[in-house]
């Protein structure tokens, strides 16, 4: 068993069609994965047509974790890889996987990682990749953008096989002395903010979601481990408190 | 029309199930690719899967090509890369596709290249791997090492769409959006940080310093914009005006 490769939990989003979902469990399979979540999965997706796609990975279905939503199934991962075809809004910042990669597997030396994929009509939507520390666009032909659900995770989970191959850079000195926060703690860190940019004044209810989409582009890529959460949240408690306001 | 996607050819040998004719047709569409070729498709083929996988790209299926023999198929192609994900006798010389595939680019700029997928349960034949000039094997995992024909399909031609892309990772739209901040921008929004903090009391002269190396890391990783820094500047004016010093 490859450590990196098991602390990648494929999470499947509201998936609608059951072959996908045993698709998406044989190419774990194939690429030395083995923790399938479901988030929401349609009450009408058909489990023997999962089972069949499954063929050898059946295992792996079985042995699937179900949650209600995607902020308890990314609980504990350190970092959370969301999935967009699109761009827009929340998406400007998204990256392609090859270069997300020896990141994500250093990353994943430590802690869990997730990957995340949307429904398979209509993505993941702009909470959800709000809940991302990083967004990745597999690149597709303009013509014809969209891979199916099963495709895309084959592809991503391949990078991530086939980038555990290799001899892995040396963790930076860094990381040895504050492990990767988990997304708990980057969601509990930006509820502190938005609270706190809302009684400076910086924003209102209005905008706040708009305005958080900054701080969280800015904080998914710069603030990674518990010092960086601890530092973030302390400013905000003291932004709060020097706004005559104290928490 | 990319002219060098043009010339790969998808030739899918004695192909069983409908659902990976439809669904080879989709990710060759993903990945700019048209032309598709069956030999002896089975007769019990089912093509109304076929035609509900492809989605979009029913029109590949519909243009396909169907042949009798392998040696028909690929008459014209100048290079005819086999898939295989066993050793053994004519499996020996199997290559990483990643390797093999600038140099079959280079080919493709000139004439037709094939890449030809046995079928789901057999593969190719010896009979048919000696008909090809290259025999790429796609890493994976030992205890699970067969991958779907589509999600085969989709990790080749997918090799094959990045490589025709050229060297070197894609611009990121982000970059396209807000351009990257000078070093003279972000060392402003800096010292606007650490006057924020001192002001609001969250650190003291004595140790704002130390406290700077926390915030410049974070920020070093996460704000690369002109419109990350705009963001910053306008966070702290705004605390500092919330702490009631106006600067």
């Known amino acids: ?39 929401a999965p349609s009450p009408d997706l058909t489990w023997a047509f999962a089972e069949q796609m499954a063929v050898h990975a059946t295992g792996i279905l079985e042995a ?24 827009g809004l929340y998406r400007q910042h998204s990256s392609d996987p090859r270069e997300a990669v020896p990141g994500l ?26 809940r991302c ?47 990767p926060a988990s997304s708990k703690m980057r969601q509990t860190m930006l509820a502190h903010w938005r609270e706190m940019l809302l009684e400076t004044g910086f924003t209102d209810e209005a905008r706040a979601t708009h305005m958080m989409e900054g701080f969280g582009r800015i ?8 010092a960086d959460m601890r530092i973030l949240m302390g400013a905000a408690r003291q932004f709060r408190w020097a706004a005559g306001r104290r928490p």
Chains 1, 2 share one sequence.
């Open 133 to 179: 520390t990083h967004v990745v666009k597999i690149p597709s032909s303009p013509k014809c953008p969209s891979f199916n659900l099963a495709q895309s995770v084959v592809l991503l989970c391949h990078e991530f096989y086939r980038a555990s191959l290799g001899p892995g850079p040396l963790p930076s000195p860094e990381e040895e002395v504050s492990p």
């Open 64 to 87: 699937r974790k179900t949650f209600a939503t995607l902020d308890e199934a990314v609980a504990d991962c350190a970092a959370v890889v969301g999935t967009s075809r699109r761009g």
């Open 105 to 130: 597997i250093e990353t994943a030396a430590a802690a869990p990682v997730a990957l995340v994929f949307g429904r398979e009509d209509k993505g993941l939507t702009n909470e959800e990749l709000l």
């Open 219 to 226: 904080f998914a890529r710069g603030a990674k481990t518990e």
């Open 1 to 39: 068993m490859n450590p990196v490769l098991q602390n990648i939990k494929v999470v499947l989003v509201g998936t609608l069609y059951g072959g996908n979902v045993g698709s998406a469990c044989r190419a774990m399979a194939n690429c030395g994965l083995s923790e399938l979540r479901l988030v």
